[in-house]
């Protein structure tokens, strides 16, 4: 079946589909040839696979291209019976790739999705024939500021006492503020942004986000710093230097310890670097998919 992703401001001829990972539904959209070299896109918080909307046709000319709205995000659905821990969402990616019939992907992950990302990278090496990591958190976490504002709704998620008033604070119009400039200045659509923050608005959505938060623990986790000088596949990591939330000084940290990392490293752009260089971000990502990769 071919679709126009919704939210989007033009067609890209993709193909929803949806696959069952841990009993759950998990929305998923398709381009390009579909027995060509896999990629797979992982988006970052709060977003959802619209993200890539720039980045998708260009991939889909020469790879199939699979984009899913991560397991609670997007058109995926919000279980509140699943663990979301850093360890169970790793494996809950292989499981993903099974229910997708792929062995081994080119895995690209923007924030969250790139946390995801190079765990998994760093866990089933044998299934990422190439990397690419662009303004997450890798290796290390958050600037202060926004260390301390996860670190609460964490707490506010794990504790009885904290959830009931957090329920009532307004996460999508805090989200939608956070988005604003990158509205102004033409890069995101108000549809787009909608569909990545409105489900926030209902109760059901609220008490999702606390449940995924409860699981979430925001210090670094130092075996994956331990494990970057151990990724040998070819891998890029594209970094917008002007991001508030994640420092550049991860990016140099990954690119230095990765020993097949090349360093995109953009001046004016922010940690929404998909949509604010989209040409540079593309261009990056096609030099990676050049690369040779172990197997040839």
């Known amino acids: 079946m071919s679709t126009q992703s919704p939210g989007t401001d033009r067609p890209d ?14 929305a998923c959209w398709e381009s390009g040839p579909p027995h060509a070299e896999p990629v797979l896109l992982l988006h970052g918080y709060p977003a959802d696979h619209r993200c890539w909307r720039h980045q998708i046709p260009p991939l ?15 058109a995926s659905d919000r279980p509140l019976h699943l663990s979301f821990d850093y360890d169970t969402e790793v494996a809950r990616l292989g499981r993903l790739l099974d229910a997708l019939g792929l062995d081994s992907v080119n895995l690209v992950g923007h924030d969250y999705g790139g946390f995801l990302a190079l765990g998994f990278a760093e866990t089933h090496p044998g299934r990422v024939r190439r990397l690419a990591i662009l303004n997450s958190r890798a290796q290390a976490t958050f600037t202060r500021r ?34 604003a400039p990158l509205v102004r200045a033409g890069h995101l659509d108000v549809d787009v942004l909608e569909g990545y923050v409105g489900w926030m608005d209902t109760p059901q959505g609220r ?20 494990g970057l000088a151990g ?5 890029a990591v594209v970094w917008g230097r002007a991001d508030p939330y994640l420092s550049p000084a991860i990016a140099t940290e990954l690119a230095g310890a990765v020993p097949r990392a090349e360093l995109t490293m953009l001046d004016d752009a922010g940690h929404w670097v ?8 593309t261009a990056a990502l096609g030099r990676l998919m050049e690369r040779t990769t172990p197997n040839g």
């Open 274 to 281: 998909m949509d604010e260089r989209p040409d540079a971000v």
């Open 60 to 74: 889909s000319v020469r790879h199939r291209v699979v984009a899913p709205d991560i397991l609670g995000w997007g």
């Open 207 to 226: 008490r999702w986000l606390l449940h995924y938060f409860g699981d979430y623990r925001t210090p670094p986790r130092p075996e994956l710093r331990r």
């Open 13 to 26: 001829r993709s193909r929803a589909r949806s696959v069952r990972v841990d009993g759950a539904r998990v």
């Open 146 to 179: 926004w260390y301390a504002a996860f670190s609460l709704v964490g707490l506010a998620g794990r504790s009885p006492v904290l959830r009931r008033p957090a329920m009532r604070l307004p996460y999508a119009a805090i989200h939608r503020r956070s988005f």
């Open 231 to 235: 990724i040998s596949c070819p891998t």
